[in-house]
C-alpha cells in the first residue's frame, strides 16, 4: 500500500466527521425536528407499522366486531406491567453504560491529546542551543513532529470504528521509506507499538548525541508523559473496540424489544377502547423504546465517522496544528522584554485582550518566521 492510501496526508483527503452542534434555543425545542443525526427515521420504522397493526387489530379483535372472539385480559396486566419493568430497566441500563462508554472515550482522547502534545512540546524545548548542533536539532525536531503526528494516528485507528479512517498526518515524504513500508504493513495495533518504539528511540538517541540538553530526570518526566499516554491508549481506548457491550445482555434486549412489538398491539386493542388513544400508545411507546436502544447504539463508541461521534477528524487536524505550533520559530525562545527605567517594582497597568486571533503593532526589527508543515505534497 501506498503511504497516502494508508494516511491520506497529500492527495486523497479525510472524510470530515464533525460533530452535530446544536442550540436547544430558549425553550429547549428549538432541535427536536432536526433529522441530521437523529435516530428518529429508524425508530419510525418499527413505531408506524405496529401503531397500523394496533389499528387493524382493534377492529379485529374488538368485541362490537366479532362477537365470538373473546379474548380475556383479566390477570394479564400484572404480569404484563412487570415484563414492561425489565424491559425498561435493560434499555436504561443499556444507555447507562453507552454513554459512560462515550464519556469515558472522550475523556481519554483529551488526555491522551494533552499528554503527547506536552511531551513533544518538552522534548523540543530541550533541544540545545549550540550552533553546530542546529542542523541536528532542526532534523530531530521535524522528524520528532512527524512521528508524534503518525503516533496520534495510528492510535485513533486503532480505537475507532470508523468505515472510513483516512486522518491527515503532517507530510513523511522525507522519513526512511523502507522504514514507512515496514510501518504500513503492520496491523493499527502494531504500530502503535512500533511508532511509539520509535519515539523512545529517537529521544534516547538524541540525548546521547548531545542533540537535548537537560537534566536526566526532567527528561524522564518527558517519558513519563510518552508512556502515560501509550497506556491510555491500549489499556483504555482499543477497550471501546475490543470489549462490546456483553452479548447475553444486548441479545436479551433485542428480544425482549421485539416480543414487545408483537404483542402490546394485541394488549392494547383488547385493554383501550378508543381506537385513537390505542394507535397513539402502541406508537409512542414502541417508538421510545427503540430510540432508546438505537441512542446507546449509536454512542457506545465514539470514535467513528457516525454524526453522533466525536469530530476525529477535527481532533486530528488540532494535533497536527499543535505539533505545528511548537517547531516555529517563535515558539521556541521566549519574548524579550525591555525594563523602563520609570517602571515600578510592580505592573502600573493592566490591559485587556480577547481570545479571538488578533494582530499587534509590527515590530520592524523582529521580521515574521513561519515553519510551514501542512502544505500539501505532490504524489
Known sequence: ASHAAVWAADTVSAPKCLMIAYEAGTWGIGFIFSGHGSVFPKA????????ILAAVL?????????????????????????????????????????????HFGAGEI???????VHAAGDIISFCTKKPEKQEEVRRFQHLMARLMSMLFCASLQRAGEME??????????????????????????????????WVNRLVHDADAAGVLQVPPPILARAYAELHQGKMAVTAGLRLLKDVPFPFPYA????????????????????TIVSKFWCVLACFVVILVHWCLLYIA??????????????????????????????????????????????????????????????SLPADPEQPEETAPLLGKSEP
Open 297 to 358: 447504539l449509536q454512542i457506545d463508541n465514539p470514535i467513528g465517522d457516525d454524526h453522533d461521534d466525536l469530530p476525529v477528524t477535527e481532533i486530528m487536524a488540532k494535533f497536527n496544528k499543535s505539533l505545528v505550533l511548537l517547531l516555529q520559530p517563535q515558539t521556541q525562545k521566549a519574548p524579550s522584554f525591555n525594563l523602563s527605567s520609570t517602571a515600578g517594582p510592580v505592573p502600573g497597568q493592566v490591559l485587556s485582550w480577547s481570545s479571538r486571533p488578533a
Open 251 to 270: 441479545q436479551m434486549i433485542s428480544m425482549l424489544l421485539l416480543i414487545q412489538w408483537i404483542t402490546t398491539p394485541i394488549m392494547a386493542s383488547q
Open 44 to 51: 419510525l420504522c418499527w413505531a408506524v407499522p405496529n401503531a
Open 110 to 116: 483529551e488526555e491522551v491529546t494533552g499528554l503527547w
Open 58 to 102: 382493534h377492529d379485529m379483535l374488538s368485541d362490537h366486531r366479532l362477537g365470538s372472539i373473546n379474548l380475556s385480559m383479566q390477570g394479564v396486566g400484572a404480569i404484563w406491567g412487570s415484563f414492561v419493568m425489565v424491559l425498561s430497566f435493560l434499555i436504561v441500563f443499556r444507555n447507562n453504560q453507552a454513554y459512560t462508554r462515550f
Open 164 to 197: 472510513n479512517d483516512r486522518l491527515d498526518v503532517l507530510d513523511y515524504k522525507l522519513v526512511d521509506t523502507r522504514a514507512m513500508n515496514y510501518m504500513v504493513s503492520l496491523a493499527p495495533n502494531e504500530r502503535v507499538e512500533l511508532i511509539s518504539q
